[in-house]
């Protein structure tokens, strides 16, 4: 079975532009949930998707937003992009039933904003 | 919203020796505390995990414990291996449709 894929891999973007990234989840898995990691803060919620539905969202301003489709895939998105938007970006899927389960991480969208 | 602290920073030992990893949440409802494990370049990936209705589960030489009195929960580590060497997270969730949330990591250093 394929693991989660993210694309791309790496992004450079200047600040006020906007990036989108990819999540594939594994086969069968409905759950995308996206975090953010930077050095010293760790993981945090973005957002999580559920049958196309976003489900929960985390404390971050509307500039993030996303969309699942019908095959689960995901995408996230950040418009006007600033300095502090440069962070690993990973998505994790999971069966979907609750949060109470293992996520299968990604690879992660390295992301720098200059 | 749920806060999960995580200590130490960094943890320093001798291959061989034990590691304690320590965790305390804030939100009595949380019921789900799982542990990933990220080495240097890689994805988180979950090591162990424990549910609110037992006080520890062990898996080899890994082992969580859960005070739910005190709202802590700690990883144990026993007969540390240069391959346990990475960042350890914790994390606390009331399950439903509530995200995760993470302590901001342990970096475990396995000393030859």
């Given at each position: 079975?394929?693991?989660?894929?993210?694309?791309?891999?790496?992004?450079?973007?200047?600040?006020?532009?906007?990036?989108?990234?990819?999540?594939?989840?594994?086969?069968?898995?409905?759950?995308?949930?996206?975090?953010?990691?930077?050095?010293?803060?760790?993981?945090?919620?973005?957002?999580?998707?559920?049958?196309?539905?976003?489900?929960?969202?985390?404390?971050?301003?509307?500039?993030?937003?996303?969309?699942?489709?019908?095959?689960?895939?995901?995408?996230?998105?950040?418009?006007?992009?600033?300095?502090?938007?440069?962070?690993?970006?990973?998505?994790?899927?999971?069966?979907?039933?609750?949060?109470?389960?293992?996520?299968?991480?990604?690879?992660?969208?390295?992301?720098?904003?200059? | 919203?749920?806060?999960?602290?995580?200590?130490?920073?960094?943890?320093?030992?001798?291959?061989?020796?034990?590691?304690?990893?320590?965790?305390?949440?804030?939100?009595?409802?949380?019921?789900y505390f799982p542990w990933y494990?990220?080495?240097?370049?890689?994805?988180?990936?979950?090591i162990i995990d424990i549910r609110?209705?037992?006080?520890?589960?062990?898996?080899?030489?890994?082992?969580?414990?859960?005070?739910?009195?005190?709202?802590?929960?700690?990883l144990h580590i026993t007969e540390?291996?240069?391959?346990?060497?990475?960042?350890?997270?914790?994390?606390?969730?009331?399950?439903?449709?509530?995200?995760?949330?993470?302590?901001?990591?342990?970096?475990?250093?396995?000393?030859?």
């Open positions: 079975k394929a693991g989660v894929t993210q694309t791309p891999r790496y992004l450079i973007k200047t600040r006020g532009q906007q990036v989108t990234l990819s999540c594939s989840p594994i086969s069968g898995h409905r759950s995308v949930s996206w975090y953010q990691q930077t050095p010293g803060q760790g993981l945090q919620f973005l957002f999580e998707y559920f049958s196309e539905t976003q489900r929960n969202k985390g404390n971050f301003p509307g500039r993030f937003s996303g969309r699942q489709f019908s095959n689960s895939r995901s995408e996230m998105n950040v418009s006007t992009l600033e300095l502090g938007d440069s962070a690993l970006y990973l998505c994790a899927s999971s069966f979907g039933g609750t949060t109470n389960e293992k996520l299968f991480f990604g690879s992660g969208t390295q992301l720098s904003v200059l | 919203g749920e806060n999960v602290e995580q200590h130490p920073s960094t943890l320093s030992v001798q291959e061989g020796d034990s590691a304690v990893i320590k965790c305390t949440y804030s939100d009595s409802a949380s019921n494990k990220q080495e240097l370049g890689k994805r988180p990936q979950l609110s209705n037992v006080g520890e589960k062990k898996d080899q030489r890994i082992a969580v414990t859960l005070n739910k009195t005190a709202k802590h929960f700690s540390t291996q240069p391959e346990d060497s990475a960042v350890y997270f914790c994390a606390a969730s009331k399950g439903g449709a509530d995200g995760l949330t993470f302590g901001k990591g342990t970096h475990l250093i396995i000393q030859p």
